[in-house]
């Protein structure tokens, strides 16, 4: 008897067919609530009616443990007897709601849980020790970069207003056709007046020769259509060299 700790007034269900009632001889002598039922009358019985469903192993079996699930009583226990196929067995028990799954030479028994589907209960959670913050420590001076430290002499200097005078069409120091900037204008004046050139700053080409004239000066020279000079020496152009040949 694997199903002592029921008591003799509860009801059990005795899932069998006919020719196989004998073997069940000893529960319908402890329990006075005993009823035979065979796998196509199983949906009959009452949901959550019983203490206890005992059977036979079968092969169909498993296709009907959800049932046996919903005619146990919360806590009921099921019990197969002269099974096979254990693992597979326990496997299916496990996944539909069945706890406590053991097995007790060729007997298994499982257990319908306590609870009912739907209820809940409330965690008490053990309570953790509020883990430490990291945070910066105000006392802490970092030493910190002085931005002015980041700038040499040349981020220091001040651009020459008149490098940053270009066309908006064409990119450079000179006045497009059309002109509405004012550029032309400026230009026009500065022909006028003739305009120093300082060569003191003069770019190092591969050659050297810039200072030479047009014939050593390469298409990009920024020197290109002046007089030759003397590296250093500043140059005075004259208006009709400001102005532009077409």
């Given at each position: 008897m694997v199903i002592n700790h029921l008591v003799p007034t509860d009801t059990v269900i005795i899932l069998c067919p006919e020719e196989a009632k004998d073997n069940f001889k000893e529960y319908v002598e402890k329990f006075k609530n005993v009823t035979f039922l065979d796998h196509s009358s199983l949906t009959s019985a009452?949901?959550?009616?019983?203490?206890?469903?005992?059977?036979?192993?079968?092969?169909?079996?498993?296709?009907?443990?959800?049932?046996?699930?919903?005619?146990?009583?919360?806590?009921?226990?099921?019990?197969?007897?002269?099974?096979?196929?254990?693992?597979?067995?326990?496997?299916?028990?496990?996944?539909?709601?069945?706890?406590?799954v053991t097995i007790d030479e060729e007997?298994?028994?499982?257990?319908?849980?306590?609870?009912?589907?739907?209820?809940?209960?409330?965690?008490n959670l053990p309570s953790k020790p509020a883990t430490s913050v990291w945070k910066i420590d105000d006392t802490v001076e970092d030493e910190l970069i002085d931005p002015d430290d980041l700038l040499d002499e040349d981020d220091l200097k001040k651009p020459d207003p008149e490098?940053?005078?270009?066309?908006?069409?064409?990119?450079?120091?000179?006045?497009?056709?059309?002109?509405?900037?004012?550029?032309?204008?400026?230009?026009?004046?500065?022909?006028?007046?003739?305009?120093?050139?300082?060569?003191?700053?003069?770019p190092k080409s591969s050659c050297g020769s810039c200072y030479l004239g047009d014939?050593?000066?390469?298409?990009?020279?920024?020197?290109?259509?002046?007089?030759?000079?003397?590296?250093?020496?500043?140059?005075?152009?004259?208006?009709?060299?400001?102005?532009?040949d077409v």
């Open positions: 009452q949901n959550e009616s019983a203490s206890a469903i005992i059977t036979l192993f079968n092969e169909t079996l498993q296709d009907i443990i959800s049932i046996l699930l919903q005619k146990l009583k919360p806590g009921g226990t099921l019990v197969i007897q002269k099974i096979l196929d254990v693992e597979n067995l326990k496997f299916k028990l496990a996944t539909t709601g069945f706890m406590n007997t298994l028994t499982a257990n319908k849980p306590t609870f009912k589907s739907g209820c809940s209960a409330k965690i490098t940053l005078r270009v066309c908006g069409t064409t990119g450079k120091r000179k006045a497009c056709k059309n002109c509405s900037c004012g550029l032309a204008e400026e230009l026009a004046s500065e022909a006028q007046k003739g305009k120093t050139v300082d060569t003191t700053d003069a014939a050593f000066r390469c298409a990009s020279c920024p020197y290109l259509g002046m007089p030759a000079f003397k590296p250093g020496e500043k140059i005075q152009l004259s208006g009709s060299q400001l102005k532009a």
